[in-house]
């Protein structure tokens, strides 16, 4: 049966512009699960719906998707740190009869062990552990989609993989390790095609980017585009600031500054921020030219 109900939760973080829209150009009748429905409504206008939820109360959840009724698949774009509303919303989807999920999963992969060893990815392997558990007992299904590091996002906000700012670039260990990235527009895409094929994609952890760059790379092409500006780097050797950050954590320190180092370690020093195979060609995706990526850091250089 091909799936036309899509119930998406967390519309209205990063993500929720490019999957609806997706969603919607796929054709399939879109609810949104919000907080603030004021919002939502405002920004997502019909003929997609929205219904207020709220996420401390599994009972309220599966009321909600039970009186919308009728849905094949959830989508989860809450914040994946955010576990408790998640599990609620894994076990009222259960509960209502939905049978497919596409789960936050975005981001690295949590399939090697120095992934699973960050503190800040523990929320999202214990989300994935429960929804593998509930599907192995064949209480649902899902497809879960790993995206690599959201490449626009990064590069207009944080400053990573590179700063265009005009602060520095941290450059791991050289800056020459390659690193899977994903533009929020492809994360859409993929969203929306693992929700249509959702019956081949059945129980898979899939694999996407727009493309695999380096820092060195990305560096490149900014003084390219704006030779009369400076793009400084600061060059940092991911082992030895791991060592730094694990003495700091010993004397109490905590944080995302103490944190930073471990990622950067497993994203850069180990490699492990790329992806070996991707699904796109599965998915329907195209993997972006040497000349997209170029346009991409123009658009946020300038």
Known sequence: MPTTKVVVAGPNGTLGPTVINHLVKQGFEVTLLSRNIEKAAQQYPPPIKVAEVDYAST?????????????????????RRELDPQIKLIDAAIAAGVPHIVPSSFGISTESPEVRALPPIKAKIEMERYLVEKADEGRV?????????????????????????????????????????????????????????????????????????????????AREIAPEREFPVEEVDTEKAVADAEEKMRQGATGPRVAAPAMMRVSFGLGLGLFKKVDNAFLGLEVMTEEEVKATVAKYVR
Not at 59 to 79: P, Q, R
Request: net charge neutral; charged share 15%.
């Open 141 to 221: 299904s899902y497809t879960a989609i790993n995206t690599g590091l959201f490449f626009d996002w990064g590069l207009e906000g944080p400053g990573i993989p590179v700063n265009l700012k005009g602060g520095p670039t941290l450059r791991a260990d050289g800056g020459a390790v390659a690193l899977s990235v994903s533009t929020l527009d492809l994360i859409g895409q993929a969203v929306a095609q693992a929700v249509r094929k959702r019956e081949e994609a059945r129980n898979r952890f899939l694999y996407v980017h727009s493309a695999a760059v380096t820092q060195n790379q990305l560096l490149q092409y």
């Open 59 to 79: 009972e309220y959840l599966t009321k909600t998707l039970c009186e919308a009724g009728g849905f094949d698949s959830l989508v989860i774009l809450i914040n």
